[in-house]
């Protein structure tokens, strides 16, 4: 018996989490609304710290009512326990506010093939006030030749458009 | 005034506003004139409560009591309450709403513009954070006002109907009592003389440009910074507040 527990404790010392292991751990979970693509590439899991035997987990949100931020919490702190980690402390944080610069490359390039427009380079432009839309190309056909149908879309980080080239309708994430 | 109850009273005002606007919103869900418009208002709906909830765990951190943002939102009666006038008015048809929306959207655009350089690091992150959404919002309601101010003799009708009778809420906005002089010796609060000034300039062109009159309406109803509300958000709350007060501690 004793020798048993020995060996797991020992088994659990050798495999001691790190800040890489558990944000590769963490990067498996999905965006619930936009499953291709998962909370590090999409700029929610900002920070992991392991402080006196506690991981902390920094997270943003992307829209401030985003209902899918307590899923997600839900989500990290199973993920963690199943690995043995149970001192979790989840932190939210607002500052420096969330952006579409931070979704990376590879991640736009999944968001087009999923179906979704990404967000055009470079944030919040003026040109919203003024009524200026981006034109973001058809994820189906490439074409450029879209217009918005709304501002508001299916979920608060998306803006519905069409395609007037092959007439499909479709999601385009907005810049903030 | 004591430093942390002004904080706390200021939080409470700028979170109820954006609770008690949100839940407004929310009545039209399935009810929007078309589709797109009634996905329009839920979102922008969402943004409120999330900036109201935000306001509200942090109002009662301030506190300090041990009461969570539930508990505010849900066991607060109408004279704890600290929105603005503005935002508990019924919706009316949907030129009143977007008239609502849109005195309210550049009220907020341009509060917050101010407010991301609070002193108080918490405040000026959730301003910031805010901002982005509210240009969105911004944008939404300045063009439903011109499309029907510039639109047809009905719809200018009735969007001018609505800024009419919602005009003498507009003044409450911007209301400064011992609150925000305590706070803004500390570099807290926001001035809200050069917010007004900003806010009357821009009203006055969205108006003008959708060939609508400013209405002349001098009488400004105020009283919302002591809780002293119109007769429908007693309504309002006891819609939002049933569930919560009828079953005490109910869980999904």
Redesign the interface.
């Given at each position: 018996m004793v020798e048993l527990c020995l060996s797991k404790q020992l088994k659990i010392i050798a495999e001691l989490p790190t800040k890489e292991s558990i944000i590769k751990l963490l990067s498996a979970i999905p965006d619930p609304e936009i499953p291709v693509i998962n909370i590090f590439e999409l700029g929610v899991l900002r920070n992991v710290e392991l402080i006196n035997g506690t991981c902390i987990v920094t997270i943003t949100?992307t829209?401030?009512?985003?209902?899918a931020m307590k899923l997600i919490e839900n989500q990290i702190s199973a993920a963690l326990k199943a690995e043995g980690i149970n001192e979790v402390q989840i932190k939210m944080?607002?500052?420096?506010?969330?952006?579409t610069d931070w979704i990376s490359d590879e991640a736009k390039e999944k968001l087009r093939q999923y179906g979704i427009a990404p967000p055009e380079k470079s944030t919040?432009d003026k040109g919203?006030?003024l009524?200026k839309n981006k034109q973001p190309a058809c994820p189906q056909c490439s074409s450029i030749n879209t217009s918005m149908?709304?501002?508001?879309?299916?979920?608060?980080c998306k803006a519905?458009y069409r395609c007037n080239n092959c007439k499909e309708p479709f999601d385009y994430f907005?810049c903030? | 005034m004591e430093n942390q109850t002004a904080l706390f009273q200021y939080c409470l005002r700028l979170a109820d506003s954006n609770l008690i606007l949100s839940h407004r919103l929310s009545e039209w869900c399935g009810h929007g004139p078309i589709l797109e418009e009634d996905i329009a208002l839920i979102n922008i709906a969402l943004d409120f409560i999330g900036h109201g909830t935000a306001l509200l765990q942090y109002a009662a951190l301030v506190e300090g009591k041990g009461r969570s943002e539930d508990d505010l939102a849900y066991m607060r009666n109408e004279r704890e309450y600290r929105n603005a006038l503005l935002v508990e008015q019924p919706n009316g048809d949907y030129a009143k709403t977007i008239a609502r929306q849109f005195l309210f959207d550049t009220f907020q655009y341009h509060f917050y513009q101010a407010l991301q350089n609070s002193k108080d690091e918490t405040l000026a992150a959730l301003a910031a954070k805010a901002l982005k959404e509210i240009t969105y919002h911004l944008r939404h309601s300045s063009q439903w006002v011109l499309r029907m101010g510039d639109g047809t003799d009905e719809s200018h009708s009735r969007i001018q109907t609505a800024f009419d009778d919602l005009w003498m809420f507009t003044g409450d906005l911007f209301d400064m009592d011992t609150t925000d002089e305590t706070l803004l010796k500390q570099g807290i609060a926001v001035d809200l003389a050069p917010v007004k000034e900003k806010w009357q300039t821009q009203v006055s062109e969205v108006l003008q440009q959708a060939t609508l009159k400013i209405p002349d309406q001098t009488f400004m109803q105020g009283g919302s910074r002591d809780g002293r509300h119109t007769e429908h958000l007693g309504y309002l709350l006891a819609e939002m507040q049933y569930l919560p007060r009828t079953y005490p501690g109910a869980k999904w």
């Open positions: 949100p829209y401030s009512g985003c209902p944080v607002y500052s420096p506010p969330w952006t919040m919203i006030l009524g149908i709304s501002q508001f879309g299916s979920t608060a519905l907005k903030i | -």
